[in-house]
């Protein structure tokens, strides 16, 4: 296991050493990385440990047999410089501190890695039941094992006793902790496994969306949780209508179920809304790299070793994209204008990005006098080719069409921050005598 700050010194041993995962230990590696929007916890520093010796059982080996006495065969050296708690801290709030250990030996991690909550199946490690026993019953959570002689040794224990149901990893026979380390083995198999703690349910759904660069509302996302949170708003507005009436400030609070919307304001890279909560994340709890570290790809999976307060983030991020504007003018004439029926206008846009296709339906009443009707469809993405069509025109018992609705021009390329004007021309003529009777006009 490597945890950045990458530990350059490796305890010698008296066999072949191979390169394997550590934590790097050097400070200035990461210490200045931004934490992500949804960054729940950030790697501050090593904890309590000591370096061991020991191999990685061969792939055929299965831990739940019991802790050998001797190397398994096939199995080759990996002499790790660091076994023991790794310390991490809300981003936001200094004082909620936390206790992990690797769960996930083959990997590195760095000082300055963010990591966010997860779960047992994300994580995807085996055995994690047994590992969630080990960290229950044993250091930090508990002082066992109480016979290893130093803290250092006693959290260097407990971290092999999890890389054994892990990584099937096997302490060398004269490693001074592999006593401790077969003893918690040996009683995670004899009373394990435990279940996975209950994680804090706060979610956003979708996570992100496109969003037209000109400010237009787009959502709705849904909001499960099992508790109010407060919104952190990153150069968007958010607002609980679609219409942008009632909108959020910084800071308010978010009930479990809302539905909210959001517009694009800035030009902030990410941009979009965080809801937060403290919460209590349970021993046993995992934690993930979140992805959000410049040019690292992936860390570590860790998990917690003690109960502690973190402050739980979840929202979603706005995708703005360059957008511009189609305005249709709907031009009504004739000696039977006034007595047409519902006319619907449909555009149909089709973007670079199929993902960004547009469909609007813009819908002049029925009865609309004679003269000109204005629509106006914005943030429609830059590049777009848009069809116009008039499916419905209007054309009843009452009056006829002329001629066929003249759509001008019938597709248009949308421009970035520009407008694009369509003429649609109907002129209708009677379709018989229309006379007023009790109710209304008749046809006669």
Known sequence: MVIAVMWSLVQAVTYPLAAFAEIDSDPTT????????????VITGLGDGTAVSGYDAPEAFDPLTGYPTNIPAGS?????????????????????????YCIDLETDTEIGVNYELGDWTEANVPNMGYIGYILRNH???????????????????????????????????????????????????ANGPGTEPAEPELTVTPESMAAP???EIVGPFTVTADGPSAIHLEGVEVFTDPNGTNALAEGATVRPGA????????????????????????????????????????????????????????????????AGRVRVIKHISGKGAGHQGKIVIRVNCQATDAALNRRRTL??????????????????????VCTITEPITGDNKAVNLISQPI??????????DETQQVSIIDSYKRACKLVHGPHGYVCK
């Open 407 to 416: 759509i001008t021009p019938g597709t248009v390329t949308v421009v970035a």
């Open 363 to 384: 819908t002049v009443r029925a009865g609309a006098a004679a003269g000109t009707v204005q629509r106006t469809i914005s943030g429609l993405p830059a590049g777009s």
């Open 259 to 322: 539905r909210l919307w959001a517009r694009s304001v800035s030009d902030a890279d990410p941009q979009g809304f965080v809801l937060e909560r403290a919460v209590t994340a349970l021993v046993g709890t995992v934690l993930l790299y979140d992805g959000t570290n410049p040019t690292l790809e992936n860390a570590q999976k860790l998990v917690l070793a003690r109960q502690t307060q973190l402050t739980a983030r979840a929202g979603a991020t706005l995708e703005p994209f360059e």
């Open 213 to 215: 660069a000109t400010g």
């Open 30 to 41: 990461r210490l200045n990385d931004p934490a992500g929007l949804f960054t729940e916890a």
């Open 76 to 100: 080759t050296a990996h002499a790790v410089s660091y076994a023991g708690t790794i310390q991490i801290v809300d981003p936001e709030v200094s004082t909620r501190t936390g206790l992990t």
């Open 139 to 189: 250091y930090p959570a508990t002082g066992e094992p109480a016979a290893a002689p130093t803290v250092a040794m006693r959290a260097a224990a407990v971290q092999a006793a999890i890389w054994f149901f892990s990584d099937d990893y096997v302490l060398a026979v004269d490693s001074p902790v592999r006593t401790y380390t077969a003893e918690i083995v040996a009683d995670a198999l």
